[in-house]
T-cell receptor
Framework: DQQVKQNSPSLSVQEGRISILNCDYT??????FLWYKKYPAEGPTFLIS?????DKNEDGRFTVFLNKSAKHLSLHIVPSQPGDSAVYFC?????????????FGQGTTLQVKP | DSGVTQTPKHLITATGQRVTLRCSPR?????VYWYQQSLDQGLQFLIQ???????AKGNILERFSAQQFPDLHSELNLSSLELGDSALYFC???????????FGPGTRLTVL
């Protein structure tokens, strides 16, 4: 049962344009969502997060939007740069409790073309 | 550099064998998490320890076990290895159940 889904395995955009990565989830009890970026042969690196009580969080070129009614979040990267080419994972924090375990989507490979 | 270290970086072994993966969390972090990433898969949560105690369990096989030591480093033990256990194993740490987890570079396990 895939509780967090990234339906697009890959995305290709031109340098300078907007990249939009999407993520859907099924469990309305998730209270925190995160985006991680992963380069080959490295561990995931935290990018940006959003609490379920908010609908938008912005950090520089990165903005995450949360639509709770649709159980959907998206990551916008503006402007996209070639160094942004990586695999992007969305993750949701598990059910309420004293555990911080994360449930990850399958990942989307972003390619930013110069 | 996240501050989380994992050893070894690569491990090649045979079916039926037992291996131990090691993780040192960031200084001050009390929680350690283990994740498995198989080919073309997302990261799957295995187990969490907080200050030496098991806090949460995911889809961890009975052949796998983990522990967190008094100095807060953690070990993941994989036994009776099968071909399907070949994967990347990541360790992450956080101060408690804080929102961001910081990942190590991973251990690539190959079972032949």
């Amino acid at each position: 049962d895939q509780q967090v889904k990234q339906n697009s395995p890959s995305l290709s955009v031109q340098e300078g344009r907007i990249s939009i990565l999407n993520c859907d989830y099924t469990n309305s009890m998730f209270d925190y969502f995160l985006w991680y970026k992963k380069y080959p042969a490295e561990g995931p690196t935290f990018l940006i997060s959003i609490s379920s009580i908010k609908d938008k969080n912005e950090d520089g070129r990165f903005t995450v939007f949360l639509n709770k009614s649709a159980k959907h979040l998206s990551l916008h990267i503006v402007p996209s740069q070639p160094g942004d080419s990586a695999v992007y994972f969305c993750a949701a924090r598990g059910l309420r409790g004293n555990t911080g375990k994360l449930i990850f989507g399958q990942g989307t490979t972003l390619q930013v073309k110069p | 550099d996240s501050g989380v270290t994992q050893t070894p970086k690569h491990l090649i072994t045979a079916t039926g064998q037992r291996v131990t993966l090691r993780c040192s969390p960031r200084s001050g972090d009390l929680s350690v998490y283990w994740y498995q990433q198989s080919l073309d898969q997302g990261l799957q949560f295995l187990i969490q320890y907080y200050n030496g105690e098991e806090r949460a369990k995911g889809n961890i096989l009975e052949r796998f076990s983990a522990q967190q030591f008094p100095d807060l480093h953690s070990e993941l033990n994989l036994s009776s290895l099968e071909l399907g256990d070949s994967a990347l194993y990541f360790c992450a740490s956080s101060p408690y159940r804080d929102n961001e987890q910081f990942f190590g570079p991973g251990t690539r396990l190959t079972v032949l």
